[in-house]
């Protein structure tokens, strides 16, 4: 018996950056339909393993012991069994990224595969999509009209990817006194984003439309996102993969930062996300623009 040829692939890093490496893994499973792909993503990425079982491009998944890809001794033994090694974080090709390519080519390419070999790939699957192997799970609010906002990354150094803590406090605060149902999700960074707010402001945190999720795992994070009529996001990790079940989405993105091939604005083909840009700051978006979006989405809340 032949010993089959083996695939590493994946990436190390960012949430984002791993989801939009997937077409290089479509392209290897069309090229090598025989061949076996091991999934590889750094420690700091593993919360979100659970998202890729059952993906028909994926025949194992690798959790490296370093925390951005293959550092340790048994990291680099396991990816050196492999036939083939794309590195798990490449470097840009050149400077034209984000400008002219999407991610999703950008990845692909610093995967070091040939920009002609896009093209073998058809046009949903140049879109990364995940599987939904899952049950599904209890809805945040039952039937009422819910609104998702993912992770939150208005702190540290993804500010310039984002409004600022203000807007979403004056958005969320319009949403709920609409009706509609707001749930929070993020990580350990996201926790308090309304604590310094709630006292002055008055939106108590056990608002009857309000409800964080903060506290769950991401994986339940996003089972309960695949639950929600809307995601409201930004250019992250957790809009992409959002993006990549198909879930309708608004990404808010200051005008500096956002482009037509921004990765939120493109996270899947699906006609059902869009992207407002603030005309020079990150306060500045008209918030009725945004009202009228999600109606034009979901309806109104009593709807």
Known sequence: ???????????????????ATLPVATFCKKYYPDCHITWAMGKNSGQAAMLYLNHPCIDSIYICEGAEGPTTENDIRKRDSHDVIFDVNPNHPDNIYPNERTIYLESFLMAGLKAEYWNYLTPEEKNPTLVKWWNPVKRPFGNKKTILFTGMPNFGRESK?????RYLEDLVLRLTELGYCVVQSGGEQDENWFSSWDAANGLPINNQNYKRINELSFFDQIKIANECDLIIGSDSGASLICGAYSLQQISLMPIHWGNVNNPSALSTSNPNNYSFYSIGGRDNICMDAVIDKVKEKIGSATS
Request: aromatic letters at 12%; a positive charge; glycine letters at 12%.
């Open 1 to 19: 018996m032949s010993k089959q040829f083996r695939i590493w692939a994946g990436r190390g890093t960012m949430l984002g950056d791993v989801l």
């Open 161 to 165: 990817r984002w409004v600022t803590k």
